[in-house]
């Protein structure tokens, strides 16, 4: 142990004063701390300690101020002291255990979080997200940081746990891994890498943020270092702890240390033992004065007794369980067999303890170094020499060879021997140089008695030389070390008498020996024998110094033992070896009386004389020094006289504020080493197992009161122990119970309710984001136990689901009111600038939808965190989605008021309700509830006024559109369809009233909008129609309307509403499309316009678009669907019908320029003569080529421009079968009409050219076979090839110039 002379000096200016001890009750009353040793027999204050003091002046000088600072300087000084004596019993308890462990299976406490802390992280997640740090991570990682900084590092709620002691680094990672957990089991597949390495990838990338700069190592290191001292502590640390708990200076301790020897466990034990000794004494006065505390049955008086002898008791076979050495003898006292109180001893069992010589059991161990042997002068130099040592009884050892010369060794010997007076031989030898020696020579030998006291250092030691040595003057210098076991606790001699045991004053050697913890006997050994000669057992014996007996010679130094009937006197020859004894056999006695070595009494009764005495021995020195600082009374006072629960009490609340400013987030847990010291001190003094945990109890619901973050589970440990102790259902047996006990539960039992319920009223701020985890399940249970009448009777379910559901429409209205707060929807209230100010409808309608938000995030974090409940109790869902509804009640008030005060027709508060809806709709239990019915209640009007307006407005667009239509394709504005804003809408029925559709961002681009962009459309009005019509329906399908009846409605109307603007689309398409064609050109000149392509385009489109917007899963909504389909074929047959009408006439139109070449007509027979005089004297040109050449061209455009524009093969393939069909018609029946006649060789060579080139034509735009070679087809064909037939034989081939109905391309090729 340190020194404490260090600290003399410094100790010179304390100031000493008498503690003023609180005693034991004395009429069954519990004294106040307070209360002095003048009322209760202790210690008077000290001759010193008064001189010191000051002298009182007199009222009438001293200010009330003086007399104030007066009062405080005592109390502190009052309450100095009693931390000084409180100390002392812990130091006691720290020094020598023997009830309580340190427990090493609780749970391991994370290091807390200080506000420097958390600044610090918040500043490391601020610097990532920022891009200044080197950690790589991807966007989703980034995002789910992001959200994890401001809901959870950025929250108030965190700062507050903070505050409380209550977060650790361990919470804000748990809080981390669920937050991802979902998004990264949202996330795609991807191969070769698993959800589970994208989770450790991450938290590996928290830690590397959280952690910032510091190195790993070193904080791994700074963990272990900590987690180990919060798992057990030595026995320094203890000291040093409770030095800081009760504001112990380092030299008070040291003193108070040396002082109570709390090196020495034998003084610690015996200690105990006349602590013990004492209860019981306290116990059978309490039970003769009939002095008991105030109980709430007056069976239970008797019972206190035993209480009490039961717990002495136990104690009694606790310090009997520690080992005393080992090896030692298993005897043991039977419980209560102690002799200083035989009124509880059946004395006719006493014979049955006594002790006999063969429970007596020592093992010494030896050893014997031999150094060297001087004065051997008769040997030659080089003869050899050599030493032989043994314990009598025991194996013969010997030494290494030496010369004569040179006779020095250094060598050890290792004994062992149940002797206390052992004989240690050691020999001297040469060796024979005769030939016929058989034994070496013997020079000499020493024969040693060593004690367990004899020096330990080497000596010269005269040898006894042998007959034929001629040195008679030889020493040897050894050194015997004789130890001193565990259970001989002093030993020496002594001169000794007695009545029944040594009979002769005679000097022998005795061995005081510690058989068991409560079992001591005083031993007289002789040489060489394993055995005492006789043994006192010291059961009742008191010992102390006594005067010298006349008539006894021999012995300086006096003291004895008494007991009823004997007396056995001893004699020292020294006082300081007298005082040792004495000492040593008080520990062993277990006596209240101490006694006083007349040395120190002569000393106390002279004045100044301060100087110890320099035969007394060092604890006698600590314990003067000890006196002088004024800390003897702390050391010598009574533990029994002590009122120790309040001394509990205060030591347990220091302790506890202690372990809630430690580094740790403890949550009321103490350390284990606190756990250990406490325990110990209440089974060592007595303290009742129900103050202590009433205390705690007390103490905890102080610190949760003023913020402080206690386990609920820790509350409920200490309240069940309280009301199965009160209740009398202990598992121990009925104990018994106080008034004050009873009382003080009663009332702390209510404070607990109300705290519990408290709790639950504030859940999201006293368990934010569920931490500590399961601290709302355990409040939960608890307040289910505190709800219960006894500990028997379960409290009815109903009646705590009552109390659980007020406070959770207690805590809706704090939620929202703080949610508000944060949100600034009360801006104006709280902000002096905006009183007077009007908010915007357009602001409010903005903070509403922010506080929407909030909302759905609270609800998402309730059931997120807080739905441990369920565990608790199975209906805490249902209470949750009552707490829930009234919670969005308080918010649709809001909402409410933000929704009048928006313009009738104004639709920037759909966003609001999808926000909502979107997220109520996907709570099984929220949906359809409540509040999600008074949401559709409040939005169903609106909607449906939205869509009539825009049914009107739509319709209106179509009306005016196709009075303005161009019919040129809308490529450009297609392609840039995803950005376009709807157009705004002035009504006619309602004037000036703007129509706005709402800016929906989820709305992507439709599905059939990506085949358009690279080729040509509809017209405007069309496209703009369409995209009307879908945006619409998208926007009130993205509504996702809850109620199912409303939603079919909805559904059907845009339906029935797409299919009436489709049909009037469509036939006004019809009538443009006639229109066009009556407008156009009827020669061949007629080139196929884009505007008849558009025509045909928003027929496709209008085709595709009922599909998608007229189509119902209800069989009769499907008719609609189907009717639209049959009035848009039959408007493109009727579309295509026109359009071959309109080729047809332009097909006639080339046959009545071929009429006039009829045989027989006038005009015929001129251009004939014409033709044949003139091609006499010049080349003619062939007539009626032109004719057929503009035919084709027109037919040949006409397909590219369809095949191109058109964006519908069937409608093509359609058109081209009846153009083909509907010409060859024409061409057969001008032929018929002309049966008779044969055809004029003009009229045959260009039938020819326009059938055949038709004929290649169509088959190359995929006209079929079988409509190509139709029954016309061939007639017209036989026809023409009979009038080839007829011209080559009349004009000899000469007149067709090649033309010919046969399958050759060679015309072809040289018309091309």
């Known amino acids: 142990m340190l020194d404490p002379s260090s600290s003399e000096e410094e100790s010179e200016d304390v100031v000493e004063e008498e503690s003023k001890e609180v005693m034991a009750p004395q009429a069954g009353a519990r004294l106040s701390p307070s209360r002095t040793s003048e009322s209760s027999g202790g210690l008077q204050p000290s001759s010193r300690s008064s001189s010191v003091r000051p002298s009182s002046p007199s009222p009438s000088v001293v200010s009330e101020k003086e007399k104030e600072e007066m009062e405080k300087l005592q109390k502190e000084e009052e309450e100095r002291k009693k931390k000084l004596q409180l100390y002392v019993f812990v130091m006691r308890c720290i020094a020598y255990p023997f009830n309580a462990k340190q427990p090493t299976d609780m749970a391991r406490r994370q290091q807390k979080i200080s506000k420097q802390q958390l600044q610090t992280v918040k500043d490391r997640f601020q ?64 191969d070769g890498l698993s959800k589970e390495t994208v989770l450790s990838s991450w938290m590996a990338k928290f830690d590397a943020i959280y952690r910032g700069e510091e190195d790993p190592r070193k904080q791994q290191a700074r963990m272990t270092a900590s987690a180990a001292s919060e798992l057990i502590l030595s026995k320094e640390q203890l000291y040093e702890m409770f030095q800081q708990i009760l504001g112990i200076k380092k030299f008070e301790h040291q003193l108070l240390y040396n002082a109570c020897q709390l090196d020495n466990p ?14 019981l004494q306290m116990a059978d006065q309490i039970a003769r004065e009939r002095k008991f505390l105030k109980f709430v049955s007056k069976e239970m008086e008797s019972m206190f007794i035993e209480e009490l002898k039961s717990s002495v008791n136990l104690l009694m076979a606790n310090l009997e369980s520690m080992p005393v050495s080992k090896g030692g003898s298993e005897f043991k006292l039977q419980k209560l067999k102690r002799g200083h109180n035989t009124s509880i001893i059946d004395m006719g069992e006493e014979n049955e303890n006594q002790l006999s010589k063969s429970d007596v059991v020592l093992s010494f161990t030896l050893e014997v170094v031999i150094m060297e042997v001087q004065g051997l002068k008769s040997l030659a130099p080089n003869r050899i020499v050599y030493c032989t040592m043994e314990v009598e009884g025991g194996e013969k050892l010997q030494t290494d060879q030496a010369e004569a010369s040179k006779p020095t060794w250094g060598t050890q010997g290792d004994f062992t021997s149940t002797h206390p007076l052992p004989a240690v031989k050691v020999k001297l ?88 913890q409560y079992t001591f006997a005083m031993c007289s050994y002789r040489e060489k024998k394993a055995e005492p000669q006789e043994l006192l057992q010291l059961d009742g014996y008191t010992v102390d110094y006594t005067d010298p007996q006349p008539g006894l010679e021999g012995g300086r130094t006096f003291f004895n033992a008494v007991k009823e009937g004997d007396t056995v006197i001893f004699a020292s020859d020294d006082e300081q070896d007298r005082i ?40 006698q020195f600590y314990a003067d020094r000890a006196q002088k600082h004024g800390m003897d009374e702390f050391i010598s006072a009574n533990p029994c006289n002590f009122d120790h629960a309040s001394l509990f009490e205060m030591v347990q609340r220091l302790t506890l504020d202690h372990r809630l400013n430690d580094s740790y987030s403890c949550l009321g847990w103490f350390s284990p080493g606190q756990v250990f010291v406490l325990d110990e001190y209440c089974a060592r003094n007595g303290v009742r197992g129900c103050h202590r945990h009433l205390c705690y109890l007390n103490d905890l619901l102080e610190r949760a009161e003023n913020g402080a973050m206690i386990d609920p589970t820790l509350l409920h440990y200490s309240f069940a122990f309280c009301a199965s102790h009160v209740h009398g259902n202990r598992p121990d047996g009925i104990g018994t119970v106080t008034v004050e006990e009873k009382e003080r539960f009663e009332e702390i039992k209510e404070r607990l309710r109300l705290l519990l319920e408290n709790q639950i009223t504030h859940f999201r701020y006293c368990f934010p984001f569920g931490r500590p985890e399961g601290a709302l399940k355990a409040t939960l249970s608890l307040l289910e136990r505190v709800l219960m009448k006894d500990i028997v009777t379960q409290v009815p379910q109903e009646e705590v689901k009552t109390v659980i559901r007020k406070c959770l429409e207690q805590a809706a209205l704090v939620n929202y009111t703080r949610l508000s707060e944060y949100a600034k929807v009360e801006e104006n209230q709280k902000d002096p600038e905006n009183v007077g100010r009007l908010i915007t409808p357009a602001k409010k309608l903005e903070d509403t939808v922010r506080l929407a938000e909030l909302v759905i995030e609270v609800l998402q974090q309730n059931e997120e965190h ?24 308080l918010f649709a008030v809001d909402m409410d008021a933000a929704l009048e ?57 179509i009306h005016r559109g196709f009075e303005r239509e161009s019919w040129e394709p809308v490529k450009s504005l297609t392609s840039n369809l995803p950005n376009v804003n709807l157009p705004n809408v002035n009504l006619p029925k309602i004037p000036n009233l703007p129509v706005n559709l709402p800016q929906m961002p989820s709305i992507s681009t439709p599905s059939w909008m990506a085949a358009i962009y690279d080729s040509d459309n509809g017209s405007g009005t069309s496209e703009d129609l369409f995209w009307k019509l879908d945006a619409l329906q998208t926007f009130i399908r993205d509504l996702h309307w809850p109620e199912e009846e409303f939603g079919k409605h909805l559904e059907q109307r845009l339906k029935l509403m797409s299919s009436d603007m489709i049909e009037s689309c469509v036939k006004r398409t019809r009538i443009a499309f006639e229109a066009k064609l009556q407008k156009s050109s009827r020669s061949t000149d007629f080139r196929v316009p884009q505007s008849i392509c558009t025509m045909f385009n928003v027929m496709v489109d209008a085709k595709a678009q009922s599909a998608k917007l007229c189509a119902m899963e209800m069989g009769q909504e499907k008719q609609y669907h189907s009717q639209i389909d049959t009035l848009i074929e039959e408007t493109v047959k009727e579309m295509i019908t026109l359009l071959v009408a309109k080729f047809a006439v332009i097909l006639e139109g080339v046959l009545a320029k071929l009429s006039r ?3 027989g007509t006038l005009f015929s027979s001129f251009l004939s003569f014409t033709v044949k005089a003139a091609s006499k004297y010049v080349e003619v040109p062939k007539p009626g080529m032109d004719v057929a050449d503009a035919y084709v061209t027109f037919v040949r455009h006409s397909q590219d421009i369809l095949r191109d524009k058109v964006n519908e093969e069937i409608y093509i393939e359609r058109l081209f079968d009846q153009w083909y069909t509907s010409s ?52 017209v064909r036989n026809r023409l090839t009979l009038e080839e037939a007829t011209s080559s034989v009349s004009e000899g081939g000469a007149g067709l110039q090649g033309i010919t109905m046969r399958d050759s391309d060679e015309e072809d090729e040289d018309d091309d």
């Open 1224 to 1275: 060859m018609n024409l061409i057969c029946t001008w032929l018929t009409d002309r049966m008779d006649l044969q055809l004029h060789l003009y009229q045959l060579k260009i039938l020819i050219r326009i059938v055949k080139k038709k004929y290649r034509d169509f088959r190359l735009q995929g006209v079929l076979d079988s409509t190509l070679n139709s029954k016309m087809y061939d007639t």
């Open 127 to 190: 610097a990532f997200l920022n891009g200044e740090t080197q950690i790589v991570a991807d966007e989703a990682f980034i995002n789910a940081v992001q959200s994890y900084y401001e809901v959870f590092i950025k929250s108030d709620r965190v700062s507050r746990m903070v505050q409380s002691g209550g977060c650790s680094a361990n919470d804000s990672r748990e809080v981390f891994k669920k937050h991802i957990e979902k998004r990264v089991r949202s996330l795609p597949e991807i």
């Open 580 to 619: 040792l004894w004495v000492q040593a056999m008080y520990r062993a006695t277990g006596q209240s009386h101490k006694p006083v070595p007349p040395t120190q009494v002569q000393k106390l009764n002279a004045k100044g004389g301060n100087a110890p005495q320099m035969d007394a021995p060092i604890s």
């Open 901 to 957: 005060v928006q313009s009738p027709d104004t639709w920037d508060s759909f966003p609001l309700f999808q926000l909502l809806n979107d997220s109520l709709r996907s709570d099984y239990n929220l949906c359809n509830g409540k509040f999600h019915k008074h949401l559709q209640d409040l939005f169903a009007p609106l909607v449906v006024r939205y869509v009539d307006l825009m049914e009107s407005s739509i319709a209106q667009s």
């Open 1157 to 1159: 070449y009829d045989e």
């Open 266 to 279: 034998d003084e610690q034990a015996a200690q105990i033992r006349r602590e013990l000794d004492g209860r």
């Open 429 to 516: 030898f040469t060796e024979s140089t005769g030939v016929l020696a058989l034994e070496d020579k013997e020079l000499g030998r020493v024969v040693l008695h060593p004690t367990p006291n004899s020096p330990k250092q080497s000596e010269l030691h005269k040898m006894t030389v042998s007959k034929n040595c001629p040195d008679h003057d030889l020493k040897i210098k050894l050194a015997v070390r004789m130890d001193k076991p565990q259970n001989m606790k002093h030993c020496g001699y002594l001169w000794a008498i007695g009545k029944n045991v040594w009979k002769r004053w005679k000097k022998r050697f005795f061995v005081l020996v510690q058989v068991s």
């Open 866 to 889: 807080h739905a441990e409940g369920k565990e608790a109790f199975a209906w805490w869902s249902d209470l949750m989605v009552e707490h829930a509804e009234t919670f969005l009640s």
